[in-house]
């Protein structure tokens, strides 16, 4: 890229940081009272993508070789114990992540 490209493109990165900073209190100001559809998504939508996470990361456990999902598992309930003693759902999905990464480097090596 040239010296104009890279300019151009900073431009934009710049631009559409900017938009996704600002739109949401120019369309929701305040002083006016935040749409029920609003609100719905504000609620359901952590569960929601919590539960792709879920189903995203288990999709190719394979139960019947290697490890049969036993790292996969000790995540799991090192997230839940996590998220009910915490309440926080980034701490919960950090701790399990660090949990399964030292899972499968330490204790599950591949073969």
Do not use: D
């Not at 949401?24 to 609620?43: D, E, H, S």
């Not at 036993?70 to 309930?77: F, H, K, Q, R, S």
């Not at 660090?98 to 599950?108: E, I, K, R, S, T």
Request: net charge positive; proline share 6%.
């Amino acid at each position: 890229m040239n010296i104009s490209q890279q300019i151009i493109t900073i431009g934009m990165v710049v631009l559409g940081t900017m938009i996704t900073r600002f739109l949401p209190f120019i369309i929701f100001p305040a002083n006016k009272p935040t749409p029920a559809f609003v609100q719905y998504l504000g609620r359901t939508l952590p569960a929601a993508v919590f539960g792709m996470l879920v189903v995203y990361c288990l999709k190719n456990v394979q139960l019947l070789t290697g490890s049969h999902g036993l790292p996969e598992l000790i995540a799991i309930g090192a997230v839940v114990a996590l998220h009910l003693w915490k309440r926080q759902m980034l701490l919960s999905i950090a701790g399990g992540t660090a949990v399964y990464m030292l899972l499968v480097q330490l204790v599950f090596p591949a073969a």
